[in-house]
């Protein structure tokens, strides 16, 4: 559990990453860092208005279009 979190990224590579963070979530950097290191094929979304906790609960902004058609086309 003592390890950066992000040495094994390359090894998810070819299956597909979908990155969904808030605008002004306190973490976006880290969805955005996971991105740029992460190998095709990738998607990042970043939800206008929307905090970390946003995208628990606040139905109206979570992104369930994108999400089913994430899983419909990978799974």
Same mark, same amino acid.
């Given at each position: 559990? =003592?390890?950066?979190?992000?040495?094994?990224?390359?090894?998810?590579?070819?299956?597909?990453?979908?990155?969904?963070?808030?605008?002004?979530?306190?973490?976006?950097?880290?969805?955005?860092?996971?991105?740029?290191?992460?190998?095709?094929?990738?998607?990042?979304?970043?939800?206008? =208005?929307? =905090?970390?906790?946003?995208?628990?609960?606040?139905? =109206?902004?979570?992104?369930?279009?994108?999400?089913?058609?994430?899983?419909?086309?990978?799974?």
């Amino acid at each position: 559990m =003592n390890m950066p979190l992000l040495s094994y990224i390359k090894e998810i590579a070819p299956r597909p990453i979908l990155l969904i963070a808030g605008e002004d979530a306190h973490s976006r950097y880290f969805s955005e860092d996971i991105y740029k290191a992460a190998a095709e094929p990738k998607e990042l979304m970043i939800i206008p =208005n929307a =905090n970390h906790v946003d995208l628990y609960d606040r139905m =109206n902004i979570i992104a369930f279009d994108k999400l089913e058609a994430f899983f419909r086309k990978n799974l």
